[in-house]
């Protein structure tokens, strides 16, 4: 297997926005390959959760090719619900390392705000196993499910929880690009109106419009892709053992860390995936990031905040910075891909090894990618 | 790169099926497991084109693998509209190839007859360019006015391409798996229903239920993956110099046989993407399987029937054997190991090189398969 490089990120500002899906990707696309000073990619993988009902649009890699000005770039389109960014970027990356492509620009987006919420609230539903959904669930309806189990049988209270909003909403005022730039305090959190008890709106992650992009390469740069894993678990929550982890995380994590051949000890700043900020509890420990357990204190105790220990999402997650549902992989890579190489502007924090970690679904497709830098790239 | 063989694959019987998309990419899953002797896979690739809105269903992958009883298998799902199935194929033969991957499951599968036929049209209609799309063009008409310049200035008539849809009808009645098991004559086929001039029912493939799939692994095993390239186009028509030929097919089949390291001539059996009879005849020159104008006479003449030099679309075709999109590219490929290993009954040739060819949308995204048996598993 060879190794992969990334070879430049990018993304939009994430947000409400009145381009089209194609603008923006194109806006990430293009930033992505300027970065990587890169005229043309050898192969395009392009992300979007569902084009078809969100814009209309289908043969959406050959549209989006198109687009670009890259009709001539052999392209497919990878789907894993919610962590389709991170999916694409596997398959970008599993392109390069059997040597197949030289170069490869993985672009993910999407646009949603010009939907109801409602309508949103449906597409995104489709990820639900069928029976379940039957009975009406949503997503913030089983996350919550799971929020009450976190809380009845792992010691986290409310405050805890809300301290996850609270620092990821404090980290996005200083990025440029997140659909949020206000702090929140716990109080206001803990007041915000009510979604799916024990969820609150100020929980809950936006929905957003964006895209992100990344050029992934078998040249040696800045960026080596160190470590990549998969993970998967029952669609329906009903046949889960076990509600106060995510098995799909774990074994992501695992899968990731023995390529990259060491632990979680030496992962220096995180982008995990807090589409509901208890997410971003559970997901610490499932990482190995945090011991079991502990979630909840380390983020009180600050020891996550961007001065701490370990910087958990520095660009204010999806929680602040938003959640464009299959650019959100990609984003949160090129972040980690900021961070690594200094260019994190106001939010840089000091790291050589950065993990980006996504959902697909309620947990049913979970991501871990790791990376590293050159010492001799990285901040002093 | 690792060398990637296929340890067996399935596919179930085409046509109107009653059963829901999932029953029928399980039938075609687990005998294609069975077929490989294997209890389950490191990783499936699910192929569906458009599974939101022709069942309802999202985060495809994930249903499909929980519905497999393979919820802890990763899987990601793969989309390029009509030729997913051959990308599926192409993304889990990158992660064997990289060694990502000891054994990879594809499968893929469309259930549409529950439709009307204007929805399918409407849904298969998301391919085509927004502008072209939004003055009504449909597949059916862009295919017509391929044909109308094909007929114009490659000396194609209306008799060379009606026996493109009598030769894989023809073929069909041997294949038990195949949606349409009945003769059709030169005269029914210039009789048909018009669909758009000069394209009438009988040029035209069915709307079609089905599922196939295919186990992929780096394990020395009868058929290896010989070659697989990828060619892409304009999304829009109006943008190409050219429309007597498809880039896309001669730009994959540059890349498949240059991975092959041998040329067209060594291919002794394929299976040629005739979503429209005249695709095929078109198809054979951009493949390099007939010289340039001579796709016509070859076909008038039987070069291109089951006893003829190069037998073409032994399985009846797209036209015969059905076009359920996604599965389409895959049920391609398992006919090529079925012909390649002596298990395709009736309608077995001798072939010891394999040709699948696959076309995503109006030609934007196409596919070129090149599969080899082992000298001593081919048939005497």
């Known amino acids: 297997m060879l190794d992969v490089w990334v070879l430049g990120a990018d993304m939009t500002r994430i947000g409400r926005r009145d381009d089209s899906l194609q603008d923006l990707m194109a806006e990430a696309a293009h930033g992505a390959l300027r970065a990587a000073g ?37 392209a497919i389109r990878v789907e894993t619900a919610t962590s389709s960014g991170a999916a694409a970027f596997y398959a970008g990356f599993a ?29 995104i539903g489709r990820s639900i196993d069928p029976y ?49 730039q206000r702090a929140v305090t716990v109080e206001e959190v803990l007041e915000s109106r009510m979604v799916a008890d024990p969820l609150r709106l100020l929980h809950c992650c936006p929905i957003s ?21 998969q993970g998967s678990d029952t669609l329906a929550l009903r046949h889960r053992d076990d509600l106060t982890g995510f098995a799909a995380t774990r074994a992501a994590a695992r899968a990731a860390f023995a390529m990259a051949g060491f632990g979680p000890e030496r992962v220096e700043v995180a982008e995990v995936h807090d589409a509901f900020a208890p997410f971003e509890l559970i997901s610490l420990e499932d990482l190995g990031l945090v011991p079991p357990g502990k979630a909840g204190h380390a983020t009180l105790d600050g020891e996550t905040a961007r001065d701490g220990r370990l910087p958990v ?58 990376l590293e830098v050159e010492r001799s790239q990285a901040l002093p």
């Open 38 to 74: 890169l005229e043309a990619p050898d192969a395009l993988v392009v992300a979007a959760m569902n084009p078809e009902e969100f814009v209309g649009d289908g043969n959406f890699a050959s549209n989006v090719g198109a687009y670009l000005g890259l009709a001539g770039t052999p």
């Open 95 to 123: 392109q390069v390392a059997a040597g197949l492509r030289r170069t490869v620009l993985v672009v993910g987006g999407e646009k949603m705000t010009h939907l109801d919420t409602p309508r949103v609230s449906e597409l």
């Open 132 to 180: 379940e959904r039957s009975y009406g669930a949503t997503m913030p309806a089983l996350a919550a499910l799971v929020t009450r189990v976190l809380m009845a049988r792992h010691g986290v209270g409310p405050r805890e929880i809300a301290q996850v909003a609270v620092k990821n909403h404090a980290n996005a005022l200083d990025n440029p690009y997140a659909h949020f």
């Open 209 to 229: 419009d964006g895209a992100a992009a990344v050029v992934l390469t078998a040249e040696r740069a800045a960026v080596r892709v160190a470590g990549i894993g």
């Open 313 to 370: 999402n520095p660009s204010g997650g999806l929680k602040a910075r938003g959640h464009p549902l299959a650019a959100t992989g990609l984003a949160q890579i090129a972040e980690c891909v900021w961070q690594l190489t200094g260019r994190a502007g106001r939010r840089q924090v000091d790291a050589r090894v950065a993990l980006a970690h996504s959902i697909g679904g309620l947990a049913t497709n979970n991501w871990v990618t790791i």
